[in-house]
C-alpha cells in the first residue's frame, strides 16, 4: 500500500462498540493493568457526552453524562479511551499508517477480553474514521482547488465567475453502500473551525491534536466507514482486525479517488 510522506491526515480513530457495561468504573484499575506499560498516562473526564454511536450516519459522538477514560502513551501520539460501551484507538499527526494503528487496536481488544471480572464478550459494532486538512502550500501560487477533483470540492463563487460574492461556508456530503458496511464522505470547505466539533473532545485538546490553519481557503475531509454487527459477533481480536482492515481499504479508495494527481505529487507518494 502507497503511503504519504507529506500527509494530510490529522486525526485517525478506530472504534468498537459492545452491549452497555453498567459498573464500567469498576473494571477500569484492572484493564490498566493490561495496558500500562504502553499507555502510562492516564486522564478521566466527565461530561455530557460521549456516547459513540454508529449508525447510518456514520461514527457520532452524541452527549450523555458518562466518565470516559482515556490512556495515552509517552509521548501522547496515540491513546485508548475506554467508555460504558466502546473502546476506541485513536492518534494524530504521528500516525505512522495503517497497518501499525490497527496493531494497536487488536491489542487493546486483547487487554479488553483478557481483563479479569470485565465479562465483555462480543462486539456490536465497528468504525473508522479519518480527518484531513487539504490547504494549499504558503507562498505558493496555487489553490485548494488543485488538490481536490470538481465532484468532492463545495463549488467557491469564483468558480461561477462571480467575483462580487465571497464564500463563507461549504459542504458536500455523500454516503455509500460498501460490501462491508457504509461510508460517508464529507468535504467542509472554509469552516468556522479546523476540526469536527463532534470529534473535539478534551481528550483530542489535551493531547494537542487540535489542527492549526494557516490557508483561507481550505478544506476538512471527513470519511467514515462502520458496520453494524447484527447479530453481535464474538470479541476475536485478529478477526476484527480483519474486518477493520477492509472498512480501511474502502475507505482508502474513496480518498484517493477525491484528490488530484498534483495533491498526491505534492504529499509524496512513496511505495
Known amino acids: 500500500m502507497e503511503r504519504l510522506k507529506f500527509a494530510p491526515l490529522r486525526y485517525s480513530l478506530a472504534l468498537v462498540r459492545f452491549p452497555r457495561l453498567l459498573n464500567m468504573e469498576q473494571h477500569v484499575g484492572n484493564f490498566q493493568e493490561q495496558i500500562r506499560h504502553r499507555y502510562p498516562l492516564v486522564d478521566e473526564?466527565?461530561?455530557?457526552?460521549?456516547?459513540?454511536?454508529?449508525?447510518?450516519?456514520?461514527?457520532?459522538?452524541?452527549?450523555?453524562?458518562?466518565?470516559?477514560?482515556?490512556f495515552a502513551d509517552p509521548e501522547r501520539a496515540y491513546?485508548?479511551?475506554?467508555?460504558?460501551?466502546?473502546?476506541?484507538?485513536?492518534?494524530?499527526?504521528?500516525?505512522e499508517g495503517h497497518?501499525?494503528?490497527?496493531?494497536?487496536?487488536?491489542?487493546?481488544?486483547?487487554?479488553?477480553?483478557?481483563?479479569?471480572?470485565?465479562?465483555?464478550?462480543?462486539?456490536?459494532?465497528?468504525?473508522?474514521?479519518?480527518?484531513?486538512?487539504?490547504?494549499?502550500?504558503?507562498g505558493m501560487a496555487e489553490t485548494v482547488t488543485?488538490?481536490?477533483?470538481?465532484?468532492?470540492?463545495?463549488?467557491?463563487?469564483?468558480d461561477m465567475g462571480d467575483?462580487?460574492?465571497?464564500?463563507?461556508e461549504g459542504a458536500y456530503l455523500a454516503s455509500f453502500a460498501t460490501p462491508h458496511g457504509a461510508l460517508r464522505f464529507q468535504a467542509w470547505r472554509r469552516p468556522?473551525?479546523?476540526?469536527?466539533?463532534?470529534?473535539?473532545?478534551a481528550f483530542v485538546q489535551s493531547n494537542g491534536w487540535m489542527p492549526q490553519v494557516d490557508a483561507k481557503d481550505f478544506v476538512i475531509l471527513d470519511i467514515d466507514h462502520f458496520t453494524p454487527l447484527e447479530p453481535p459477533v464474538e470479541l476475536d481480536p485478529v478477526a476484527l482486525r480483519g474486518k477493520f482492515e477492509r472498512l480501511y481499504?474502502?475507505?482508502?479508495?474513496?480518498?484517493?479517488?477525491?484528490?488530484?494527481?498534483?495533491?498526491?505529487?505534492?504529499?509524496?507518494?512513496?511505495?
Open 146 to 158: 488543485e488538490y481536490l477533483r470538481p465532484w468532492a470540492l463545495p463549488t467557491a463563487a469564483a
Open 45 to 70: 473526564h466527565m461530561n455530557q457526552g460521549v456516547l459513540a454511536e454508529v449508525g447510518p450516519e456514520g461514527v457520532r459522538f452524541n452527549q450523555v453524562f458518562d466518565k470516559l477514560w482515556q
Open 192 to 201: 468556522e473551525g479546523s476540526f469536527p466539533a463532534d470529534l473535539a473532545s
Open 79 to 95: 491513546a485508548v479511551v475506554l467508555g460504558p460501551d466502546f473502546l476506541l484507538v485513536h492518534a494524530g499527526t504521528a500516525y
Open 249 to 271: 481499504l474502502s475507505l482508502r479508495k474513496v480518498f484517493e479517488a477525491a484528490a488530484t494527481p498534483h495533491a498526491f505529487e505534492i504529499w509524496g507518494r512513496e511505495e
Open 99 to 138: 497497518g501499525p494503528f490497527l496493531d494497536r487496536l487488536r491489542d487493546a481488544v486483547s487487554a479488553l477480553v483478557e481483563t479479569p471480572g470485565m465479562g465483555i464478550t462480543h462486539a456490536t459494532a465497528l468504525g473508522l474514521r479519518v480527518i484531513n486538512l487539504v490547504e494549499p502550500r504558503a
Open 163 to 168: 467575483s462580487a460574492i465571497e464564500m463563507r
